[in-house]
């Protein structure tokens, strides 16, 4: 049976810091962001905007009547949540009018909770092949003003639809995971922002490629001539390219062209975007297929990695006609309406945090976004 990705759009928050102007508030040269790292924008949002309404401007981009009424799954991959017992994805459900016979759960493993959330919604669909399941990875990447981090955060979340012959992207049955017990990110319960261990976490995403991609090799005997395109998580551009050209390393000039060109085009929407955590591959996939000019039928890999360490390797077969499936216009509109902040407008923002201990209403613009605190508990403006 096919089982993949039926459809996809992603939801980002309508603010972004652009990396010249914070290079140069924080005394650095502005090439370290735009080269080095590899950014050009910073997603920021504002308190009336978390991960449930990330995932709902998301999903509304692509469920039919039809499909709120198949889906029986609803999970929601992040790092972000926004309690401690209650899923996002309860609410997220209600918010989406999904009918009421259905699951719905939150995923952890840092950034790899998206892929884990896919790889359950299509171990679900190949013994339910009528159903359909509702996958959002959603996030907020903060670090925190001046850190190290800072230049690598981001926010937002990638929707997908997950169904039996699928219109956009099928998957192969391949995936080959890799599981590293190591402290090179990570986010103690209580804590704002997480623990960074920047060279060790560039370090393990690059040995965790190389690892995986080894043993991927050798179980199915493929190459990089076996893919038209890679697509990889991408916590800042230059990250998933450092594990690309350490791949690459053997390959003729031509080869290399080839993969590295898809890869730019992998990187298009996260350059202004930042890390989305566990939506990150998602939006480099997105990215791909919306900017790749790949045609139906050619095989694409995918790198998810999670810090802590779980990483993944998998892969799709692009299905005729995708290309109709896909939402470009929706999405370029989005990044280029969104209001430049700056930098005294972005710390404010970043400091103006949410307390969940005082009842208050709220007023945002969004579609979906928190209109009041009431008890603790969050109310969303619907529509
Ligand atoms: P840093 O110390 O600020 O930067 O940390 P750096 O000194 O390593 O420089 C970065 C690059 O800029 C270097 O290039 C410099 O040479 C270059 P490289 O050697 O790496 O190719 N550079 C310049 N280039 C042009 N012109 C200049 C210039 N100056 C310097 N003038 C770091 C950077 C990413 C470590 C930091 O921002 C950080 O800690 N970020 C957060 C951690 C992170 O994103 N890690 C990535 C792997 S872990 C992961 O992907 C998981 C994650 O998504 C979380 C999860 O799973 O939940 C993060």
């Known amino acids: 049976m096919n089982v993949g990705i039926d459809k996809i759009s992603f939801f980002v928050p309508p603010y972004y810091v652009d990396m010249t102007d914070l290079a140069l508030a924080r005394e650095v040269d502005p090439n370290k962001f735009h080269i080095g790292i590899g950014q050009d924008k910073m997603a920021v949002n504002k308190k009336t905007q978390d991960i449930v309404t990330f995932a709902a401007n998301a999903a509304k981009n692509i469920l039919a009547d039809e499909d709120k009424e198949q889906i029986d799954m609803v999970i929601v991959g992040t790092e972000s949540g926004i309690d401690e017992s209650k899923a996002s994805a309860v609410v997220l459900h209600r918010l989406i009018g999904i009918q009421p016979f259905a699951r719905a759960f939150e995923m952890k493993e840092a950034c790899y909770a998206g892929t884990a959330a896919l790889q359950y919604a299509v171990a679900h669909i190949k013994s339910h092949p009528k159903s359909k399941v509702l996958v959002v990875a959603s996030d907020i990447a903060k670090y925190g003003l001046a850190s190290g981090g800072e230049p690598t955060q981001g926010a937002g979340a990638v929707a997908m639809l997950v169904s039996a012959d699928p219109r956009i992207l099928q998957l192969n049955d391949d995936s080959v995971a890799l599981t590293q017990d190591i402290y090179d990110f990570w986010r103690p319960v209580g804590h704002d922002y997480p623990m960074v261990d920047g060279q060790l976490s560039n370090e393990t995403y690059i040995q965790a490629f190389q690892k995986i991609w080894e043993e991927y090799q050798s179980r199915h005997k493929k190459t990089i001539a076996d893919f038209d395109a890679l697509a990889f998580h991408i916590p800042y551009t230059k990250m998933g390219k450092k594990a690309l050209l350490a791949a690459l390393e053997d390959e003729s000039p031509e ?107 709220y007023e945002d613009s969004l579609l979906y976004s928190i209109a009041s605190i009431s008890n603790t508990v969050r109310t969303y403006k619907e529509k």
């Open 255 to 361: 080869e290399q062209e080839r993969i590295l060109a898809k890869y730019e085009a992998s990187i298009v929407y996260s350059r202004q975007v930042g890390n989305l955590y566990t939506g990150s591959l998602y939006l480099g996939l997105i990215s791909l297929l919306e900017n790749g000019q790949l045609n139906a039928g050619e095989q694409i890999g995918l790198f998810s990695y999670g810090s802590g360490t779980v990483a993944e390797f998998f892969s799709g077969k692009l299905v005729e006609g995708y290309q109709q499936q896909l939402l470009a216009d929706i999405h370029q509109k989005q990044l280029v309406e969104r209001k430049r902040l700056s930098i005294a407008e972005y710390e404010a923002m970043f400091n103006d945090v949410l307390d969940a201990d005082i009842d208050s209403n």
